[in-house]
Every structure is written in C-alpha cells, then in structure tokens.
C-alpha cells in the first residue's frame, strides 16, 4: 500500500514538473515570436518595413468582417504576436539593392484560428531579376515552418513578391498564411 501512494505522489509530481516545464516553453516560444528579427540594424525585415514606399500590398480589402480590418497587413495578436497575414487573392511585393551573397529567411504557418478548416495552402516566393522570374513554393500547415532561400545568384535590382495559391482541386478557404520572419541577411538589401 505504501509504495502504491509513493508510486502516485510520484507521478503527480512528475505530471507538475511536466505541466510548469510545457507553461515555460510556451512563454518562451511566444517571447520569442514578440522580439524583432532585425536586432542589427543591417538586417533588412519585411516587418518592420511594412509603411515603406517599396512595400506593396496587393488586393488589400479592409472591412469589419475581417477579424483585423483588413486581409493582409502587419497584425498582432495573443497567438501569434506580431506578424503579417497574407491571404489567398492578396499579395506583398517589395523592390530594392541586392547584394552578393544574400539570402531570404521566412518562417510561417496558417493561422491558429483557422487552420483545422484548410485543406492546405502554398506559400508562392517569386524573386524578379532581370526580367526573369524564379519561384519557389512552399506547403504551408499548421506547424511553424522555416525556409531559407539562397538569393546568391542574384544582385542588383530584385522584386520579392509572396502570395499563397492552392494546389489544385483545393479551395481558399482558411488559407490564411502567417510570417513570424521575413527577412533578408544582414547587409544584403537595401531600399532605393
């Protein structure tokens, strides 16, 4: 008898250091998702350049339907921090220098509040060099993903352009794809 009361005090202690553990991590991962990318002043970040001239925001609607008044922009929430939202039939397009060597970090994945309703979605990275168009396509899920794109081949004048498209026989509904990050390496991009 004793050793069963040992054996369930134990585990009740095990289940609590597992539970204030789990509580630790999540404050962490969202402290994490509040903080800037671009500690260094060289790190050129979507984010934090969503007012600039150069940043474009295609077919941007707002109405009160929308949970944020709009459906693509910088948005803050208690689930995802500060991020941005691009929805299906919308775009962001940003134009600028790009040096040698640069490369373009992304992390995203479809929101929380809407992601059991998708069947899928992809996120579309067009870079624009040239008059040449690279594109690279990401499946997007629920699960915070983290891509980096070697930009390497590229200099000079560049279009960036991110939209979400479905694979086919799939549907737009709840496609809605957050970036935590979108950023480019240090001292590799600037606005002109």
């Not at 040449?132 to 560049?158: K, M, P, R």
Request: hydrophobic share 40%.
């Amino acid at each position: 008898m004793k050793k069963g009361i040992k054996l369930a005090f134990l585990a009740v202690v095990l289940l609590g250091v597992c539970w204030f553990a789990g509580q630790k991590m999540k404050a962490a991962r969202l402290a994490r998702l509040d903080e800037p990318v671009n500690q260094e002043a060289d790190v050129w970040s979507l984010l934090g350049h969503m007012d600039s001239d150069k940043v474009s925001l295609e077919g941007r609607k707002e109405d009160s339907d929308y949970p944020y008044g709009y459906n693509v922009g910088a948005i803050e929430d208690e689930q995802v921090g500060k991020a941005i939202l691009l929805t299906p039939d919308t775009a962001i397009e940003w134009e600028g220098i790009l040096s040698e060597d640069a490369s373009l970090t992304i992390d995203f994945f479809l929101h929380p509040w809407v992601a059991d309703g998708s069947d899928g979605a992809l996120l579309s990275v067009a870079v624009i060099s040239g008059g040449t168009v690279h594109d690279y396509v990401y499946e997007v899920s629920a699960n915070l993903q983290n891509e980096t794109i070697s930009l390497e081949e590229f200099s000079g004048e560049v279009q960036i352009k991110l939209t979400v498209v479905n694979e086919e026989g799939r549907n737009k509904d709840c496609d809605w794809v957050i970036l935590t990050q979108c950023f480019l390496s240090a001292g590799a991009f600037r606005e002109e």
